[in-house]
């Protein structure tokens, strides 16, 4: 969606001690779901997606920066369930026949991201060594949002990819 915009401020975390936290962030949202068994039409898809995606991106961007060391666990973890109940409402939506496996493959994308954020966000100690933890895992992090972003493109819904 690009949900895990998370993935982006990890990094910029890193930067904390010397600066703070920059926000990126994940991109979910939550917005409306289809409320029949009905499929959406592709505009309805696209703006339904989109609103889940934008909205949940807003409600990340609202979370305070953390400060200190101690405070990033937490504020990852608050993000990483925003952008999860964001996913969930995505899930839920029914796509027009001819995007079901490209919205699959954003779901999928988007789930094994925050699955990765999740393992990283559960080894942070909130101590100097979550610098190397978040080190360590940025480069597949990095991939994973590129691989979430592609997705959301090839879905049509460039208002999901990340900034």
């Known amino acids: 969606m690009t ?16 600066g703070g936290c920059g926000s990126s962030d994940d991109d979910g949202g939550g917005g409306s779901t289809s409320s029949s068994g009905d499929q959406l039409s592709a505009s309805e898809y696209k703006q339904q997606a989109e609103k889940i995606c934008t909205d949940a991106e807003k409600a990340t961007d609202a979370e305070p920066q953390p400060t200190k060391v101690e405070d990033i666990k937490p504020y990852f973890q608050k993000n990483i369930d925003t952008t999860q109940k964001a996913l969930d409402e995505f899930k839920q939506l029914k796509p027009p ?18 699955d990765k954020l999740q393992d990283v966000t559960d080894n942070l100690k909130g101590d100097a060594s979550d610098t190397a933890t ?17 997705a959301s493109k090839a879905a049509g819904l460039e208002g999901c990819v990340s900034n």
């Open 3 to 18: 949900f895990p915009r998370l993935i982006l401020p990890i990094a910029a975390c890193l930067a904390l001690v010397a």
């Open 97 to 114: 026949s001819d995007l079901q496996d490209k919205h699959q493959a954003v779901v999928d994308a988007e789930q094994a991201a925050l």
């Open 134 to 150: 978040v080190q360590k895992a940025t480069a597949d992090l990095d991939k994973l949002s590129k691989d979430t972003d592609a």
